[in-house]
């Protein structure tokens, strides 16, 4: 590592540090002030109830698709896995806590489309999308530069905060729970960019057969603990009653298929199809994108939200499959359509 690198995250680290400081002061004075409820604008709903949506997998599903076919495949199969490693922490926090959102089981279906029964601490959009936006920033922390001010890190860093403000003024956590999520997200973040070389060095030295074998093993032992440990019971490490709102499994269904299909994909990719699109035209390039992006909408969106089957197994079989489609099925068709 170079000594501009060094210095460049020292800086970075202090900053991260400062912020981190501030806004578990800030959270500690409100929550302590009374001024916890303030936060719940019925005015600024109609602004907040889009920003939300900003920490829905959804949005994740088409930004990583975005650059896995049009900018780099590395780059997309990294910001996957730090969405999916503080999404399986976050799961394991929540149970464990089981604490109750704002007037127990908080259904908006009606208003905003949205039915939140899980447990409420630490906001699970507010450390996702931390991990995950945070994630982006730091990939591209060295363009668009304004007297050396990152212009995208601090783009991003504002659509953090907003999401999580939105997850308060919507009503469907506490203060508490996205400050919570916030310092946890950041934490989770700073390891995943320090560990992820190491690990992803220490994975690349094995075979092709070892990989595709540690990938199911990880996989399926990430579903299987975390299902067994918290089923959908609502009991958990919590006292709280049975739901709602409950300990629920379906986020160790989501990372354990991402992880089989996506890892299971793009290991295949690697291997026999070599898809590169920083080769491509820009023509090219845009082409892929739309087909791409129609092959996982027309099969995700089926899967994740017109049948309703309420099944861990069913959970992890379709996102196991949505991901190996965008990881090898539809770089396989790129690279025919190009030639």
Known sequence: MSEKNEIL???GLMVIGI?????????????FSGLNEEFYSESAESIFKII???????????????LYLTYNKKVAKNLLLSILVTYYINAWVKNAFGDTRPDGNIDLSEDYGLKETSYGFPSGHTQNGTAFWGYLGYQFKD???FKQIPIIPVILSGIIFLVAISRVVIGVHDLQDIIGGLLIGIGVLLAFIYLEPICTKQFSKHNF???IILTIIISLTLFLVGTLLYPKTGM??????TPPPYADAGAFGLVGGVILGFGVGYILEQEYVGYVPSQLTNKKKLINLLLGLVIALVIFIPLEYLLEIDSVFYRFFRYALVSFIISYVVPLICVKINK
């Open 143 to 145: 363009n668009y530069k």
């Open 52 to 66: 939300t949506y900003l920490g829905e997998p959804v949005v994740f599903l088409v930004i990583i698709i975005i």
């Open 209 to 211: 057969i070892k990989k």
């Open 236 to 241: 958990g490490l919590a006292t709280t009653p």
């Open 19 to 31: 912020v981190s400081l501030v806004i578990l002061l800030l959270g500690i004075i409100l929550c």
């Open 9 to 11: 995250s020292k800086r």
